[in-house]
């Protein structure tokens, strides 16, 4: 059996290209760009991020897309293969730039692929050339749903009523108003109870509560006042 050793001695530096299907901040993102590398172009005509094409982005100014692609496609495969056919159009839109039946902006000399487009133009090229999109790579993974906490999401009637009391403490940095080096910004122990009060919390777990969400770097006492000016 091979070692793991072994396999990463074989394995050749960034051999891997990660294929992700856009999402709606994938074209909010790219819509601020007028002018792509061609290489861009062909991926975003077939829904895929360029910036999630991992081993592209980090080889693409010295190495030539079309050979590192087919470096990994190289295995025989099926026809079906969306990799080969993503492969196709790529070599496909650098025969139409140096053809000059798609228009540079800049031709880069060593590396086609990495030629500026007009995205403009890109788009009427491949309405002209019938260009297909290719299916068939995977879809990002759901985002995990955002939760209240940080366990997640399970709850109780009471986890609610010390985060209620919580928010009270949350920082500036966070959006809140509370600033652990300005002890005056910690909210004051009357605007806390009432908090739980209005929240359900019995009188008689209220002082527990308040414990609970004090910063414990405050020292015990009257609430600090704002320094004068």
Known sequence: MQSGIERLLQTKPCSI????????ATWLKWAAFS????????????????????????????VSCTQFVRDLTDEPS???????????????????????????IKVDLDYAENSTVSVAEFHAWSIRALLKPVQGF??????PRPSQFRWGSYST???????????????????GSYDPGQSWTAPRSKVVRATLAKA????????????LVRDPRL???????????
């Open 17 to 24: 290209v990660q294929y992700l299907v856009g999402e709606d």
């Open 35 to 62: 002018e792509l590398q061609l290489w861009q172009a062909v991926a975003l005509h077939s829904y895929l991020d360029p910036d999630l094409l991992l081993g592209w982005r980090e080889l693409r100014n010295d």
């Open 78 to 104: 099926s026809d079906a293969d969306p990799e080969r056919r993503l492969l196709v159009n790529i070599e496909c839109a650098v025969s139409a730039m140096q053809n000059a039946v798609l228009p540079a």
């Open 138 to 143: 995977p879809a990002r993974s759901p985002s």
């Open 157 to 175: 009637p009471r986890l609610e009523q010390l985060a209620a009391a919580v928010e009270l403490w949350r920082l500036k940095e966070d959006g």
């Open 200 to 211: 359900g919390v019995p009188e008689t777990l209220i002082d527990t509560y308040v414990s």
């Open 219 to 229: 020292r015990p006492g009257p609430h600090p006042e704002a320094p004068a000016g």
